[in-house]
């Protein structure tokens, strides 16, 4: 079944809202950028939510201690690695580490996917495509070329759960659900006023296209 994940909250009743919306992930952001949170902001953000919604942390240039440390003061189901975090033996040990699910980004720039692709697939069990743009981490808006590595993706998959990002939005995660049948599609500048702030009725307006198209898959 095709789940949501809402990246990038920075305020208790946007991550309340994705609850109610049914979203199976909400990220919060370390790795820096405009809804970069610090711990104590983090775990305001997720106060109440209910243990059905799992809490993903995005990291990136943050050591493995610290990224464990975080994971275990605010209950964390999921390690988002970004590129500059995500080599392969540093996803090994978090993996090993790590009772929850770890999951590479492999950012895509002009068609491509990074050479190591493979090795980042098969060492998470998991990987979260996103498009590469230069300067930014993720939430830059902006879609990758899907029709360029749907092949190439499927090879990857190999019953490893895929998640889709990069510049997603209520008019075309439908789409992008098509292309890739994944596990899970992620959003965040898609449904916002403005960085970290969510539109409640993007939020769910991209629920309703995401879950409409994912039942005719």
């Known amino acids: 079944m095709l789940r949501i994940k809402f990246c990038g909250l920075t305020r208790q009743e946007d991550a309340r809202h ?43 240039d943050q050591t493995d201690d610290e990224i464990l440390r975080t994971a275990e003061s605010l209950r964390l189901g999921v390690l988002q690695l970004h590129p500059t975090a995500a ?36 060492a998470a069990g998991a990987f979260l495509l996103d498009a590469h743009v230069p300067g930014v981490m993720g939430g830059a808006g902006v879609t990758f070329d899907w029709d360029a590595v749907v092949e190439r993706v499927s090879h990857l998959r190999q019953g490893r759960r895929l998640i889709v990002a990069g510049g997603l939005r209520p008019h075309n995660v ?9 596990d899970v599609v992620d959003v965040a500048s898609g449904v916002e006023r403005s960085p970290g702030i969510k539109d409640h009725q993007l939020m769910r307006a991209f629920r309703d296209a995401s879950q409409g198209v994912a039942a005719d898959v």
Do not use: H
């Not at 370390?30 to 305001?44: E, I, M, N, V």
């Not at 790590?98 to 697939?121: H, K, M, N, T």
């Not at 439908?174 to 994944?182: C, E, I, K, N």
């Open 174 to 182: 439908g789409a992008a659900v098509r292309a890739f049948s994944p």
């Open 87 to 122: 080599g392969v033996g540093r996803v090994n040990r978090l993996a090993a580490a790590f009772a929850g699910e770890v999951w590479p980004v492999l950012r895509v720039a002009d068609g491509v996917l990074p050479p190591d692709a493979d090795e980042l697939a098969a």
């Open 18 to 60: 994705a609850a109610e919306l049914g979203a199976g992930f909400v990220g919060l952001i370390f790795a820096g950028g405009p809804r970069k949170l610090t711990l104590d902001q983090a775990a305001r953000v997720v106060d109440g939510l209910p243990s059905s919604v799992i809490r993903v942390g995005v990291f990136a």
